[in-house]
């Protein structure tokens, strides 16, 4: 009878023990702290992903049919404007030059013959122009045979850098048949797209505009060292995205900018008014973002938000919360819906100070 009353004592010390370290954990696990969201006027940068071009990107082309005799440059060259580049055999255009000339003199003498006896009335006056009209269509063929010379003699149409040359010497080349690709780098075109909602507050709100001056993000995550400023923007928006395409002109006097490269153009939007959240306050499900909300009773509900930008450690919310929610900031991953908790207020204004905030 006295071991069942040990046993007995034994259970029940256990048992309260057990539900001690479950309560003092349970509350140990209630307690988190809570903030509400806060509302500034502040800036937002924006990354746009970008196509860089040239200002002037052309391809050359061969205009007549041969072999290819010269080529002057070589890929990666700066070239200036006029500068020759390639010669295709010209033995055959000269040729034809020759000859154009040949048929000119032979019909200059004809005319001259004309006129000389049409001064004297032994030809009639339509002779001399028939002659004349022999002459013209001679000087004609002379100067078309000295443009098909020119063909074979290509040169730069602006200064710029030579990209491959597909073709080698020797090589026949037909007419219209690419030789190779020339840039001008010195100046750069970053081609970006903007939202609808985004162009028209950039075009209506002067307050709301982005900044003409932009900067660019290279591939490497390094910023260019020159700004840029937004020149152009499309007359259509594409309809399939629903965006309009923004153009804007970098500076490239280090020729670092090449034809063809991407890039993210950064763009600084003034926000009026905006809704910020600290990061560590959300947590993501199949790429919606979520945070919790402290109801009347300390209750704590799910509440899906849209995410209008991104700053170091904030979000800028565009909807799903007011500045009157009390969210929770510490403990979200331990949380569940309709669970009730003990909380620590925060103001906004001392989470603020605290940056370097991250999802726990």
Do not use: W
């Not at 391809?59 to 290819?68: D, N, T, V, Y």
């Not at 022999?134 to 002379?142: F, G, P, S």
């Amino acid at each position: 009878m006295k071991v069942k009353i040990i046993t007995a004592g034994v259970i029940a010390l256990l048992c309260l023990t057990n539900c001690t370290t479950k309560k003092e954990q349970k509350e140990e696990v209630g307690k988190f702290t809570v903030t509400n969201p806060v509302v500034l006027d502040t800036t937002l940068t924006k990354e746009y992903v970008s196509q860089i071009r040239s200002v002037q990107n052309i391809e050359i082309r061969a205009q007549e049919k041969g072999f290819l005799q010269h080529i002057y440059v070589d890929e990666g060259q700066f070239v200036t404007a006029g500068q020759l580049l390639f010669r295709i055999m010209p033995q055959m255009y000269q040729a034809e030059l020759l000859k154009a000339q040949a048929e000119q003199n032979a019909a200059e003498i004809e005319f001259q013959n004309a006129k000389m006896l049409a001064d004297k009335n032994v030809v009639s006056k339509s002779e001399q122009a028939l002659a004349q009209a022999k002459l013209e269509q001679a000087k004609a063929e002379v100067a078309l045979a000295k443009l098909h010379l020119s063909f074979t003699e290509i040169k730069a149409p602006f200064s710029g850098t030579i990209d491959r040359l597909p073709k080698k010497l020797g090589s026949l080349i037909e007419e219209g048949e690419l030789l190779t690709t020339l840039s001008d780098n010195s100046k750069m075109f970053a081609y970006f797209n903007v939202s609808e909602p985004e162009y028209i507050d950039y075009q209506t709100n002067q307050k709301n505009r982005g900044e003409s001056a932009v900067n660019l993000l290279l591939a490497n995550n390094e910023t260019l060292a020159y700004k840029g400023k937004v020149e152009v923007i499309e007359s259509e928006f594409d309809s399939e995205t629903g965006n309009i395409a923004f153009r804007a002109s970098f500076p490239n006097p280090d020729k670092l900018l090449k034809n063809g490269e991407t890039g993210k153009v950064l763009m600084t939007i003034p926000l009026n008014k905006a809704i910020l959240i600290p990061q560590k306050a959300t947590y993501e499900i199949q790429d919606k973002k979520y945070v919790f909300v402290v109801d009347k009773n300390n209750e704590l509900k799910s509440r899906e938000i849209t995410i209008k930008g991104e700053m170091p450690d904030l979000y800028v919310v565009e909807n799903g919360i007011s500045i009157n929610d009390q969210i929770l900031l510490d403990g979200v991953q331990k949380a569940k819906d309709d669970d009730k908790i003990q909380f620590t207020y925060v103001k906004p204004a001392q989470v603020l100070s605290q940056l370097r905030l991250r999802a726990e």
